[in-house]
């Protein structure tokens, strides 16, 4: 690979290293860039929990699509719900705030709900946001563990709403595309899939001692189910996701994205083992707990499957810092968030040169969101709670390898793994008098 193309890979890789790019116009540009409102009866009224990253992200592209109306929003820190109030304000739009979730629920004039909250939340609220009679899109992974997983997938089907998840990939044309081909054939017998996130730009933290909570800041409340700790800057906001009480580090982060379309191009379901190395070789004296550095191999009946992730560098497989090769007897498919290409084996086939992205795939899941919403046909949905449940497990399944140090085996058929250790790892455990949800 030539040294401008790599450079091309890389710059354009971080600029949709996030959302998508519309995501980042001002609200004045969005308000301007849809149809006036319709009659109040065909409005789709929403509101987000979380609204500090991408719940902001998702409530923008959501508020892009025509008929819809936002008038709701919660978060835990008040610093960042006035902060996201005065923004829509600017733009002549008021909406009502909260800091419960709970409450939030409560008003009768919400259709639909966004949930942006750390992973450690999504279970809870996205059940009280179904029970309440609303549709809601789930940031992913779609659970912190199995069990919430399961769980999810139950309420959906209990109560009947629509539920979209975050993986907005699955709306992005050039992704599309690739499946297409793929499923042509012409790659010859795949064998193995690689996905991988290095991610350079996800520097270490530096230790920091635990202090008070924020002025603002309802902590207990941000805590939740999660067990009771001191208020340490580390852990909260972005920063979350490198520790085992609210999330699973990057594995969970990126993984479902990539992890997702290795599994969707080789139409498989759950591995039959998973083993999983690696640890804190490259920051071993920062404090996240998540493992910076992680090769996770997983066994299907006919292929292999193999994640790979490190944080702080960016020379991934292909010259790429994220994507999956689709690798088959005659070519090499590889793809990511820029586009894809075949590469070939020899002269087995012949190339296709890299066929970029050509569309925003946040902006447009949130239209097929929409129209499965008002159409009430759920087979719409880009990303249903069934597809999102069936990536986050199997995410976990690495994660509760690396955790155990085991191999693990997963019985399909009872849902449980072959050893005990890694069993008991299936369940959520919840703290602070919160209760995992019971679907009945």
């Known amino acids: 690979m030539n040294h401008n193309r790599r450079t091309f890979l890389k710059t354009s890789s971080q600029a949709v290293a996030g959302i998508g790019i519309s995501s980042l116009l001002p609200l004045s540009t969005l308000a301007n860039s849809k149809p006036k409102l319709g009659p109040a009866s065909d409005r789709l009224n929403v509101a987000a929990i979380g609204i500090n990253g991408m719940g902001w992200g998702d409530l923008k592209n959501f508020m892009k699509v025509p008929s819809t109306n936002v008038v709701g929003l919660c978060d835990v820190d008040g610093n960042v719900l006035n902060k996201r109030k005065e ?43 179904c029970s309440a009679g609303k549709d809601v899109y789930v940031e992913k992974p779609v659970g912190n563990s ?23 990939q699955r709306s992005v044309p050039h992704f599309v595309d690739a499946l297409n081909f793929l499923k042509t054939g012409k790659l010859g017998k795949i064998r193995t899939v690689k996905a991988w996130a290095y991610q350079g730009w996800m520097k270490p933290m530096v230790a920091q001692p635990d202090g008070p909570v ?120 590889v793809l990511d968030r820029n586009g894809w290409e075949v590469i070939p084996d020899e002269k087995r086939m012949e190339a296709v040169l890299l066929q970029p992205n050509k569309g925003d795939g946040l902006e447009n899941h949130m239209v097929n969101f929409v129209e499965a919403i008002k159409s009430r046909d759920f087979k719409k949905l880009a990303c ?9 497990k199997v995410c976990q399944m690495g994660n509760i390898s690396y955790r155990t140090g085991q191999r693990v085996e997963w019985d399909a058929t009872q849902e449980k793994f072959g050893n005990a250790r890694a069993n008991k790892m299936i369940n959520a455990t919840y703290h602070n008098g919160y209760k995992i949800p019971e679907i009945k």
Not at 241 to 249: E, M, N, Q, S, V
Request: aromatic share 12%.
């Open 87 to 129: 923004e829509l304000a600017k733009d002549g739009i008021q909406v009502k705030t909260y800091s419960d979730y709970r409450k939030l629920l409560e008003n009768k004039d919400i259709d639909v709900v966004i949930i942006g909250t750390p992973d450690h939340w999504h279970c809870l609220a996205m059940v009280d946001a």
């Open 146 to 168: 199995i069990e919430e997983c399961n769980i999810m997938v139950a309420a959906q089907q209990r109560y009947n709403k629509a539920v979209q998840v975050g993986q907005w």
């Open 214 to 333: 924020p002025s603002g800041v309802d902590y207990k409340m941000w805590l939740g189910p999660a067990p009771t700790r001191p208020f340490n800057p580390n852990r909260f906001h972005f920063n979350f996701r490198w520790y085992w009480d609210y999330a699973g580090g990057l594995m969970t982060d990126w993984g479902v994205h990539l992890i997702d379309y290795a599994l969707l191009g080789m139409d498989s379901k759950f591995p039959k083992s998973a083993v999983a190395l690696g640890g804190k070789y490259a920051y071993p004296d920062g404090p996240e707990e998540t493992p910076d550095t992680l090769a996770t191999l997983y066994e299907f009946d006919d292929h292999n499957l193999i994640w790979e992730h490190a944080q702080g560098i960016s020379n991934g497989q292909y010259g790429r810092d994220h994507g999956i090769a689709y690798i088959g007897n005659n070519g090499t498919l």
């Open 384 to 392: 249903p709670i069934q597809d999102g449940a069936h990536v986050a």
